[in-house]
């Protein structure tokens, strides 16, 4: 997790009327903003009821559930790991990736999980634990510019075991706050465009999502964003639906 700053630390009974609404599946419409639930068990409590509720939701309505963490053994356990795919495995989920969300595609009931920033070390040691439950995961990367040769070469292994990797920013700063600061042609300039070149020219397929640092957006940030790419990801306190 960036700068020890727990992300997305959102009580969700705070918000009126998401959780009626299904605000972290993905139903496989045209939506371009995405909602997703931090399952980080060693940085805050996880509303594991919440969880269940949204599987349970998922599989009987063919959505896919929107789930994220960051470091295996730093802000969340292997434990809660082996959880949530236990979870997924018998609630009948398929494993999504990011990429494969997409409105013409058939609808089935899924879990998307995604682990956030660059801990790539920590990523590379529950593949195993990944294959075992067939799970495909998304790795949303910050700071690339800074990873090792060793850390390049684990996370393309991750991705040629099948697992979809994207831009997380350049630098995991606040968007709003840089906008206010510097303003948004800056953001997009110093933040976003730069993330997504660095992941192509290392090989990857052009992104799919945009996930932003602690899930802060703004309107103004999301019609720049979504000029660039097809869709975002914020947390549950930025939910629009």
């Known amino acids: 997790m960036e700068r020890g700053i727990r992300v997305t630390l959102v009580v969700c009974a705070a918000l ?3 959780h009626d609404q299904h605000w972290l599946t993905y139903p496989w419409d045209d939506r371009r903003i ?14 594991w009821d919440l969880v269940e509720d949204q599987m349970h939701v998922a599989e009987h309505t063919s959505s896919v559930l929107l789930l994220h963490a960051h470091t295996p053994g730093a802000s ?4 809660a790991i082996e959880r949530a795919l236990t979870m997924a495995d018998e609630h009948h989920l398929a494993y999504v990736t990011f990429r494969e969300l997409d409105a ?3 609808p089935r009931a899924g879990l998307a999980l995604a682990f956030d920033d660059n801990a790539i070390d920590a990523w590379f040691s529950v593949r195993e634990l990944l294959a075992v439950h067939g799970a495909r995961v998304t790795f949303f990367v910050t700071r690339w510019y800074s990873r090792s040769d060793a850390e390049r070469a684990e996370l393309r292994a ?29 953001y997009l300039a110093d933040e976003v465009i730069p993330s997504i070149d660095g992941l192509t ?23 720049a964003v979504l000029a660039i790419v097809p869709r975002v990801r914020v947390g549950p306190g930025s939910c629009p639906y």
Do not use: K
């Open 104 to 106: 013409h595609a058939a």
């Open 158 to 186: 991750l991705a040629d075991d099948g697992h979809d990797v994207e831009p997380h920013s350049v630098n995991h700063l606040p968007a709003p706050r840089y906008v206010r600061e510097h303003g948004l042609g800056a």
């Open 34 to 47: 995405l909602c997703s639930q931090p399952i980080d068990d060693m940085t805050q409590d996880v509303p």
């Open 201 to 223: 020219r290392a090989g990857y397929s052009p992104p799919t999502t945009y996930a932003y640092p602690f899930g802060r957006d703004t309107a103004e940030l999301d019609a």
């Open 76 to 79: 969340m356990t292997p434990a």
């Open 16 to 18: 009126a009327g998401c």
